[in-house]
């Protein structure tokens, strides 16, 4: 196995396409099974990214956004721990046009402890505006709509 077990990461993406059901209502954003799992884990429901050690973590991210129609449309994306809303952690992204993919991408350093988790959240003003997943082509592989890397960054000081 390529696996570093004295290493704690993960990765994880989703494969389809993401519609909101309902206008500015937060939805949690689900993964399906990791690419790679070690020391953290994808729990149930299958938004929640679990850690087994206390810690920091970086949680990157990439999300690609996408208009089903050529109006503008707002695309919030924030981070939730245990449940919780971080403080300060939402970033909105306006949409327009059909064929204006647009990619959202950045990361959080967030403080765990061992058995809490992480939880990638977004919302939108149009049920228009998605998470866009494209199917492969003649020169490139499929693209995902989302992907979410953890990464163990430090122990925890007192």
Known sequence: SKLQYNRVY??????STVTPAATNTAYPINLDPAVFENGVYLGSPASRVYVT?????????SLQLAKSNASVGNIWIWYRVNGVDAAYSASRIAVQGTSAQTIAAWNFLVELNSG??????????????ILKAAATNTFSPAIPPVILTATFVSALYS
């Open 10 to 15: 993960g990765q994880w993406q989703y494969d």
């Open 53 to 61: 050690n206390s810690g920091i973590y970086n949680f990157q991210f």
């Open 116 to 129: 809490d988790y992480f939880e990638l959240m977004w919302a939108s003003d149009s049920t228009n505006a």
